[in-house]
């Protein structure tokens, strides 16, 4: 299986800071990334409420050679005020409007969004041999299963799909029945369990989850790192005593050289 090629296009300024290097370093069998340009005058927005329409972006953000999927990241609402569009002819946006405020609020970062969503775009052209339209085909089912393909008609459910997110029964159908090999969604699964929130977070809602396992297992942390304390202040002492010994040993030693007749 090639990777493809997913060509990153930010356009005009970004609100919210993006790690590239993150993106780029991504190891997938399934893709992979890379910043290709820059836009820095982004055109005026054309739709309502300062959104982009699709025809706008269509315009604006050109297939870039040698890619498989052009992905262009932008600030501002995208038609419909949806936060992922698929402009045809390999063209895909996805807009942080609303989006990075989100994740950030759930402690994940902007970037598990972007992942996530760039696994759908592979997904698809794997499946049609390119990146369809919004208008033209789409998994997206209304109910929120962790999946790549949950519609998140309330954005803030795509809080559900940033932490170890997969692909659902009814996705993994759509797959037998286009007749791609296995090994391709097992992939997909796979590398979607090491998109995660950070490891402070997992273990903070954790707590949240289970309180009282959370406080005995504080008890538990503070009497260990008690007796362990102990013991090395004990062993330090008397490693300190010997050596303490020792030098005046060797002290007494040399001044007795000198004393004598
Ligand atoms: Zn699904």
Same mark, same amino acid.
């Given at each position: ?36 340009? @820059? ?16 025809? /706008?972006?269509?315009?604006?953000? #050109? ?29 895909? /946006? ?30 698809? @052209? ?9 208008? +033209? ?108 010994? /020792? ?9 007795? +050289?000198?004393? #004598?007749?």
């Amino acid at each position: 299986m090639q990777p493809l090629n997913i060509h990153l296009v930010t356009l005009g300024q970004q609100k919210e800071p993006i790690d590239i290097q993150f993106l780029q370093a991504w190891k997938s069998k399934v893709f992979s990334v890379r910043h290709v340009q @820059h836009i820095e005058i982004a055109p005026d927005t054309d739709g309502p409420n300062w959104s982009y329409t699709d025809r /706008a972006l269509r315009s604006t953000i #050109r297939p870039t050679p040698s890619a498989d999927v052009t992905v262009a990241i932008v600030s501002s609402p995208l038609e419909g005020n949806y936060y992922s569009r698929r402009l045809g002819e390999g063209v895909c /946006a996805l807009s942080l409007h609303e989006m990075a405020g989100i994740t950030r609020r759930a402690h994940f970062k902007v970037e598990n969004f972007l992942i996530r969503s760039i696994y759908g775009y592979a997904i698809y @052209h794997h499946v049609f041999g390119h990146v369809p339209a919004s208008a +033209e085909a789409s998994w997206s089912h209304h109910a929120t299963r962790r999946c790549v393909f949950d519609m998140n008609g309330l954005k803030e459910d795509i809080v559900y799909s940033l932490h170890q997110p997969r692909l659902c029964e009814e996705c993994l159908m759509r797959l037998r029945a286009a007749q791609i090999p296995p090994d391709f969604a097992q992939s997909v699964q796979r590398e979607l369990l090491l998109l995660k929130k950070g490891a402070l977070y997992r273990f903070l809602d954790w707590a949240n989850a289970y309180p009282g396992r959370a406080l005995a297992w504080g008890v538990v942390a503070s009497v260990v790192i008690n007796v362990c304390s102990n013991y090395i202040y004990d062993h330090a002492s008397k490693l300190r005593n010997v050596l303490d010994e /020792a030098v005046n040993s060797v002290t007494n030693n040399s001044s007795n +050289e000198r004393t #004598r007749p």
